[in-house]
C-alpha cells in the first residue's frame, strides 16, 4: 500500500501485462483486422461505407472529403481511411471510382485523395442500407451515431474476400464469383449442399484440390495464364492472385540469373490489359520454359487460406460453405424485418385513409360546428366515429354488423389529425379515388402478407432480382483446373557440370580438376554407388563428400522406373558370390544403403546401370584353384526378375570368381518405350512434347538427315539433342528403309535422283551422301517407301513443269552413288504428291521435309513446298 494512500492497491507489472495485452488484443480482433459475419466489413470498410451514404446525392465526391467525413466515426486517422478506400474501390463492386485509382495488376498506388473522386454503385445503394432495420450505436467521441452492422442482403465478404492481421491470429478469405454466390445463396434457400472456389479479378488458373472450403489448413495453388506466342516468345496475359506484373518480371529475372530457366529478355507492355512478353534463348523448348516458369518463378503461387468471421464478438474459424448458410439466413432475417415494417406502414395507411373517408363522407365535421371547447370536439368526433368503426378494444361486432374493423384503437392523435384536414380538401374529396388508394393499399397489404407467409421464395426471387439486375459482366474470369505435379529436376535448366574424385570419395559442381562425368543442373540428386556395396543419394553441391573407392555416378530421378541396374557382389560371410537386378525408384537423401546383406568384407564384383531395362550376357572366370568342375561360364541377367534395392539375390557361385567380362548386351526387359523430340529444343522425351519418333527398345536406333545432305545414326539417350531447323527426318530406323534424294550438284551444275539404303553402323557420326560443294544442295529427302515428287524449273523463261516417280526412275544404289540425272542446272521447287491418307488418332513417327520448309511437327511425313532461289 502507498504510504500516501493507504487504500491505493499495487498491480504487479506481470498483472497489468496479462490485462492490458488481452485488451489490445480483443481490441485489434474485434475493431481492426477481422471482418464480422453480419455485414462483412471491417470497422473502418463500415465506416466509410456509412460516410458515403450520408454524403451521397448521386454525385461523385472527392476522395479527400470522404476520408475527412469518416473521420467523425473513425479514430486512426485519415492515412488508414485512404488505403482502405482505394482497396474497396478497386474491388469494382460497391464503390464506382473516377481518376486513378492505382492497378491490382501493375502494382501502381493511386492518385492522392485530393485527385481522385468516389460514390456508392446502385448495388451497394439496394443491398447494404436500410436504416429501419440497422442497428445503432454513439460514435468514439459520443457525437454521432454510427451503424453496429450494415444490413447487408448479400454474401459481400465472400464476394470481396478479406485479409486481415489480428493478435494471436488472422484471418484469409478469398473472393468469389459474383454469380456463383447469389446461385448458391438460393441453393442454400432451397436445402441443396453447395460448393465454392475462388475468383478473382486478375483470371489465371487455380487447382482448388485442397481448398478444403477455405478453413485453416487448405491450400490452394495459382498459376498466371501462359500461352505460346510462337516458338520463341511466351506471353502472360493473365496473373496470378495478390502477384504484380513487376514482382512476376522480377521473380523470372532472378530465376534466370540462377540458370533455372533460359531466357533473352522480358518486356512489360501492360496497358489496358496484361501483357508481358519473354523472349526465348534460341533452341529452348517453349513447353519445358512454361513447366520452369511454374516451378521457379511467381507464375504459380500457393496462397493458405484462413476464413475467420466476428460471431457475437468472439472469432470463428469457418469453411466459406458455413459463412455463406449464415449470411443468406441474416439475408433471409432482413428480409422478413423489411416486409414486417411494411406491412405496419401499409397498415398504418390503411388506418387513417379510412378513418379519413369515414369522417368525410359521413360529414362528422358537421358535429362539431356547435362544440366550446377543443376537448369537445375531440370527444364529439371520437363518438361520432365508434358509430361506423370496430376497434381491437371495443365491444366486438354482431353477425349482422356493418361497421369497419380497425387494425388498432383510435388515438387522439388520430383525431387531431382529422381536425387539421382543410375545408378545400374537404369540399374536393373525391371518393372514387380514395376507394381506389384503400384498394391499392389493400392489395399491396395482402401481397406483403404473402411474401412473409412464404417468405424463402420471397428471398429466392430477391437473389434472382440480384442476378438478373447486377450479373452481366460479373462471370468467372480464374479457371478451375487439376496442375500437374512438376517435378523441378525435370524442366531446370542444366546450369552445372557433375564431377567426381573416385578414389578419395568427393562429387561437386566445383571440382574441375577432376573427372568430369556429366551436365546437370544445381537442384538435381545424384546416386553414388561403391565398391563396399553401399550407396546413397545426395544433392549436389559445390564439394560433397559420399564415401571412397567410387564405382557410379549418375543423376538420379525419383521414380525413374526404367533406370536397372545389374549388380554381382561378393557376400562377405558366406563367400558366396550373389547376382541381382534391381531398381532405386525412391530413398531418403544422403542415407546409405546396402546392396549387399551387409556383413564385413562384402564388396562388389560387377555393376552396370541401364537406362532402358536392358539385360545383359556376362562371362565368369573362377579362380583357376578352386575345386569347381566348370570354371568358366555365362549368366544371362534376362534370368532374373527386377526387385528391390534391398533383395538378397540369387546364388551364381560358391566358388572365388577371378573375373567378370560383359559378352553381350541384351534386349530390355521392360519393353519398348515411346519417344518424342521437342520441335524447338531439340531433345528427347517421355513426355508427349513434340514429334513422335516411335517405340524404342535396346539396340534400336534414330536415323536423322540434316538439310547439309548428310545423315546420321544415334542412340535414345534422352540427353541426346538434336537442330530441328536443319533436319529434314528424324525416326526410328528400319534398316529395309530406302531413302530417296533429290539434290542438285554444283559442281556439275546438274541436277540428280539417288535412291539409297544405310550401310554405315558408326553411331553418332555425319556420313555425306552428296557432293560437298558448298553451293550442291538436298531439294528433297524422304523415307517413303514409293514417293512421286513435282518439280519445276526455268526454260527459256518459262517455268515447266514435271512429275516423276522416284522408285520407278532409279534403282536403289549405294550411299555413295552419284544417282540418275533429273534436269540438268538448278530446279525452281520441289513438292511432294501424298496419296490419300486415312484419317488416324496415331501419327506415324517421324517426318521428311524439304530444303528451305517451315517444320511443323505436328503434321507426320509433312512435304510442303519450297519455293528455291533463282539465281
Given at each position: 500500500m502507498s504510504p500516501k494512500n493507504p487504500e491505493a492497491q499495487i498491480t504487479s507489472l506481470k498483472g497489468m501485462y496479462e490485462d492490458y495485452f488481452l485488451d489490445y488484443a480483443s481490441y485489434v480482433i474485434l475493431e481492426r483486422a477481422v471482418p464480422a459475419i453480419e455485414d462483412g466489413l471491417k470497422p473502418v470498410q463500415r465506416r466509410i461505407l456509412h460516410s458515403m451514404r450520408e454524403m451521397d446525392d448521386g454525385r461523385f465526391h472527392k476522395v479527400a472529403n470522404i476520408i475527412g467525413h469518416t473521420m467523425q466515426y473513425h479514430p486512426h486517422g485519415d492515412a488508414a481511411i485512404g488505403d482502405a478506400l482505394v482497396n474497396l474501390g478497386q474491388k469494382e463492386l460497391l464503390i464506382d471510382t473516377q481518376g486513378n485509382w492505382g492497378d491490382i495488376r501493375?502494382?501502381?498506388?493511386?492518385?492522392?485523395?485530393?485527385y481522385i473522386e468516389a460514390r456508392l454503385t446502385k448495388f451497394a445503394l439496394e443491398v447494404l442500407f436500410n436504416p429501419q432495420t440497422t442497428e445503432w450505436q454513439l460514435s468514439y467521441d459520443g457525437r454521432r451515431k454510427e451503424p453496429i452492422n450494415?444490413?447487408?442482403?448479400?454474401?459481400?465478404?465472400?464476394?470481396?474476400?478479406?485479409?486481415g492481421i489480428a493478435v494471436g491470429l488472422s484471418t484469409k478469405i478469398l473472393p468469389h464469383n459474383f454469380i456463383e454466390l447469389i446461385k448458391a445463396s438460393i441453393d442454400v434457400l432451397k436445402g441443396k449442399k453447395v460448393i465454392l472456389y475462388p475468383d478473382f479479378q486478375t483470371g489465371g488458373k487455380i487447382d482448388v484440390e485442397q481448398y478444403g472450403g477455405g478453413k485453416r489448413g487448405g491450400k490452394v495453388r495459382v498459376r498466371a495464364n501462359i500461352e505460346i506466342q510462337d516458338k520463341k516468345n511466351l506471353v502472360i496475359r493473365e496473373l496470378p492472385y495478390g502477384v504484380t506484373t513487376s514482382q512476376l518480371i522480377d521473380s523470372i529475372l532472378k530465376a534466370n540469373d540462377k540458370g533455372k530457366i533460359k531466357i533473352k529478355k522480358v518486356i512489360d507492355n501492360t496497358a489496358m490489359d496484361v501483357e508481358v512478353l519473354i523472349e526465348l534463348v534460341p533452341g529452348t523448348s517453349p513447353d519445358v520454359t512454361i513447366g520452369a516458369l511454374y516451378a521457379f518463378t511467381d507464375c504459380e503461387v500457393s496462397i493458405s487460406p484462413n476464413a475467420c468471421v466476428i460471431i457475437d464478438n468472439k472469432p470463428h474459424f469457418l469453411t466459406v460453405e458455413e459463412i455463406l448458410r449464415i449470411s443468406t439466413e441474416n439475408t433471409k432475417e432482413l428480409l422478413r424485418q423489411e416486409l414486417e415494417i411494411k406491412k405496419g406502414e401499409l397498415e398504418e395507411k390503411w388506418h387513417l385513409a379510412s378513418l379519413e373517408k369515414i369522417f368525410i363522407e359521413n360529414r362528422i365535421y358537421r358535429e362539431i360546428e356547435e362544440c366550446e371547447s377543443f376537448e369537445e370536439v375531440i370527444?364529439?368526433?371520437?363518438?361520432?366515429?365508434?358509430?361506423?368503426?370496430?376497434t381491437p378494444t371495443s365491444m366486438k361486432a354482431k353477425p349482422n354488423d356493418d361497421r369497419l374493423r380497425l387494425v388498432r384503437d383510435v388515438t387522439e392523435e388520430d383525431i387531431i389529425r382529422l381536425t387539421e384536414i382543410k375545408i378545400k380538401r374537404i369540399s374536393k374529396y373525391n371518393t372514387f379515388k380514395a376507394d381506389e388508394l384503400i384498394r391499392q393499399i389493400v392489395e399491396d397489404l395482402e401481397q406483403t402478407i404473402h411474401h412473409l407467409a412464404h417468405l424463402t421464395e420471397y428471398a429466392i426471387d430477391y437473389f434472382k432480382r440480384l442476378l438478373e439486375k447486377y450479373g452481366t459482366g460479373r462471370e468467372r474470369k480464374t479457371e478451375i483446373t487439376s496442375f500437374d505435379s512438376i517435378q523441378a529436376t525435370q524442366v531446370i535448366a542444366n546450369n552445372a557440370k557433375l564431377y567426381v574424385n573416385r578414389k578419395e570419395g568427393f562429387i561437386g559442381f566445383g571440382m574441375k580438376n577432376d573427372e568430369f562425368v556429366t551436365d546437370c543442373s544445381d537442384i538435381d540428386d545424384i546416386i553414388v554407388i561403391r565398391k563396399d556395396g553401399k550407396f546413397q543419394v545426395s544433392r549436389i553441391a559445390d564439394k560433397v563428400f559420399v564415401g571412397k573407392d567410387v564405382l557410379h555416378v549418375a543423376v538420379w530421378q525419383k521414380g525413374d522406373d526404367r533406370t536397372t541396374y545389374n549388380l554381382v557382389y561378393l557376400d562377405g560371410k558366406s563367400g558366396r558370390a550373389m547376382v541381382k537386378r534391381f531398381q532405386v525408384t525412391a530413398i531418403?537423401?544422403?542415407k546409405e544403403y546396402d546392396l549387399s546383406k551387409g556383413t564385413p568384407g562384402s564388396k562388389v564384383l560387377y555393376l552396370t546401370a541401364n537406362p532402358n531395362g536392358e539385360s545383359e550376357l556376362i562371362n565368369v572366370q573362377l579362380s583357376p584353384g578352386c575345386k569347381a568342375k566348370i570354371k568358366n561360364f555365362e549368366f544371362d541377367f534376362a534370368d532374373l526378375d527386377i526387385k528391390g534395392r534391398s533383395s538378397q539375390?540369387?546364388?551364381?557361385?560358391?566358388?572365388?570368381?577371378?573375373?567378370?567380362?560383359?559378352?553381350?548386351?541384351?534386349?530390355?526387359?521392360?519393353?519398348?518405350?515411346?519417344?518424342w523430340m521437342d520441335e524447338v529444343s531439340g531433345n528427347l522425351n517421355k513426355d508427349a512434347r513434340g514429334l513422335y519418333l516411335g517405340d524404342f527398345d535396346t539396340g534400336d536406333q534414330i536415323l536423322v538427315i540434316t538439310r547439309d545432305g548428310s545423315y546420321q545414326l544415334t542412340d535414345f539417350e534422352l540427353t541426346n539433342r538434336y537442330v530441328p531447323k536443319d533436319i529434314l527426318h528424324i525416326g526410328k530406323y528400319?534398316?529395309?528403309?530406302?531413302?530417296?534424294?533429290?539434290?542438285?550438284d554444283a559442281e556439275k551444275d546438274t541436277t540428280f535422283v539417288k535412291r539409297f539404303q544405310i550401310e554405315t553402323s558408326t553411331l553418332n557420326q555425319k556420313f555425306q551422301f552428296i557432293p560437298e560443294h558448298r553451293s550442291s544442295q538436298l531439294y528433297f529427302a524422304t523415307n517413303d517407301p514409293e514417293p512421286t515428287v513435282v518439280f519445276t524449273y526455268k526454260e527459256k523463261n518459262k517455268k515447266m513443269q514435271e512429275t516423276v516417280v522416284l522408285h520407278d526412275f532409279i534403282d536403289v544404289k549405294g550411299w555413295k552413288a552419284q544417282g540418275n540425272k533429273l534436269l540438268g542446272g538448278k530446279l525452281v521447287e520441289v513438292k511432294a504428291v501424298e496419296g490419300e491418307e486415312e484419317d488416324s488418332d496415331e501419327s506415324e513417327p517421324g517426318t521428311s521435309l524439304k530444303t528451305g520448309d517451315t517444320i511443323e511437327f505436328d503434321v507426320p511425313h509433312q512435304k510442303t513446298i519450297f519455293d528455291l532461289d533463282e539465281d
Open positions: 501493375t502494382g501502381d498506388s493511386a492518385a492522392a485523395p485530393r450494415l444490413p447487408v442482403k448479400f454474401p459481400l465478404v465472400l464476394a470481396q474476400g478479406v485479409e370527444e364529439t368526433i371520437d363518438e361520432e366515429l365508434k358509430k361506423y368503426i370496430v531418403t537423401r544422403d539375390g540369387n546364388i551364381l557361385t560358391k566358388y572365388p570368381i577371378r573375373k567378370i567380362t560383359q559378352t553381350e548386351v541384351g534386349k530390355s526387359t521392360l519393353g519398348a518405350q515411346k519417344l528400319d534398316a529395309d528403309d530406302v531413302i530417296s534424294a533429290v539434290y542438285y
